[in-house]
C-alpha cells in the first residue's frame, strides 16, 4: 500500500543554519506530495505541495521538490529561525479515486538562538 | 468565520462520562476526518466520512461513535473512555474528486482530550 518515510527527530539546529528533512515515499502510480507543518498546540497547516514529478513547492523559504526516480520530497530551507520550531510532517495522496491523505510519522525541529 | 473549527479546545472527562466534540468547516467541502494524535506515535486515521456517508472506520474501538449530519459538521461521541484515550483529537476536511485531491487537507486546532 501507499506509505510515508520520514526521517526521525529531533532535529536540532542553530538559527540561521540550513535545514533538510527527508521524506521518500511508495504508491501505486503517481501521488500528489505535501509538507504540514504543526506549531506547538495547534493542529496541521498545509505548508506546500507538489502534484506531478518534477514540480518544486515553496513556502516561507521553505522548498520541496518532487523526485520521481528517487521517490523522495525532501524538505529544505536555507536558514531557519526560531520560530520554525515544530513538527514536520510529509504526506501523500493519490490523484485518482478516493483521495485519502496517507502520513508520515513526523519530525520534530527545535531550532536555538 | 472561515476554515474549520473544533470545539472545545480543551475538554477533561472521567471514564463514566459521556462528551461530544463538535466539528464544523466553512469551506464547502465534502468530506471530513476525525485523526487522533497520541505522544510519540504516529498520526491515526479513525473515520472518513464523504458526503455524509461514513466511508472507513479504522478498527476504532465502540466507545468513541461519530456522526456527520451534514456536509459541514461532524461530531465525535465519546463514553466510558480510558486513560489512554487521551490524546489530541484532530477533525479536518477536503473536496473530494478529480484533481481536487491535490489541494489536500484544511485541519482544525484540535481537542486536547484527557481522561481522567
Known amino acids: 500500500g501507499n506509505s510515508v518515510t520520514q526521517m526521525e527527530g529531533p532535529v536540532t539546529l542553530s538559527e540561521e543554519a540550513f535545514l533538510t528533512i527527508n521524506c521518500t515515499y511508495t504508491?501505486?502510480?503517481?501521488?500528489?506530495l505535501f509538507w504540514y507543518v504543526q506549531y506547538p498546540g495547534e493542529g496541521l497547516q498545509l505548508l506546500l505541495k507538489?502534484?506531478?514529478?518534477?514540480d518544486k513547492g515553496s513556502n516561507k523559504g521553505f522548498e520541496a521538490t518532487y523526485r520521481k526516480e528517487t521517490t523522495s520530497f525532501h524538505l529544505e530551507k536555507g536558514s531557519v529561525q526560531v520560530s520554525d520550531s515544530a513538527v514536520y510532517f510529509c504526506a501523500q495522496t493519490p490523484n485518482t479515486g478516493f483521495q485519502k491523505l496517507v502520513f508520515g510519522t513526523g519530525t520534530r525541529l527545535l531550532v536555538s538562538p | 468565520e472561515t476554515g474549520v473549527t473544533q470545539t472545545p479546545r480543551h475538554l477533561v472527562m472521567g471514564m463514566t462520562n459521556k462528551k461530544s466534540l463538535k466539528c464544523e468547516q466553512h469551506l464547502g467541502h465534502n468530506a471530513m476526518y476525525w485523526y487522533k494524535q497520541s505522544a510519540k506515535k504516529p498520526l491515526e486515521l479513525m473515520f472518513v466520512y464523504s458526503l455524509e456517508e461514513r466511508v472507513e472506520n479504522n478498527s476504532v474501538p465502540s466507545r468513541f461513535s461519530p456522526e456527520c449530519p451534514n456536509s459541514s459538521h461532524l461530531f465525535l461521541h465519546l463514553h466510558t473512555l480510558q486513560p489512554e484515550d487521551s490524546a489530541l483529537y484532530l477533525c479536518?476536511?477536503?473536496?473530494?474528486?478529480?484533481?481536487?485531491?491535490?489541494?489536500?487537507?484544511?485541519f482544525g486546532s484540535g481537542t486536547r482530550l484527557t481522561v481522567v
Open positions: 479536518a476536511s477536503s473536496q473530494e474528486g478529480h484533481e481536487w485531491g491535490a489541494r489536500g487537507y484544511t
Open positions: 504508491a501505486t502510480g503517481y501521488p500528489s
Open positions: 507538489a502534484t506531478k514529478a518534477d
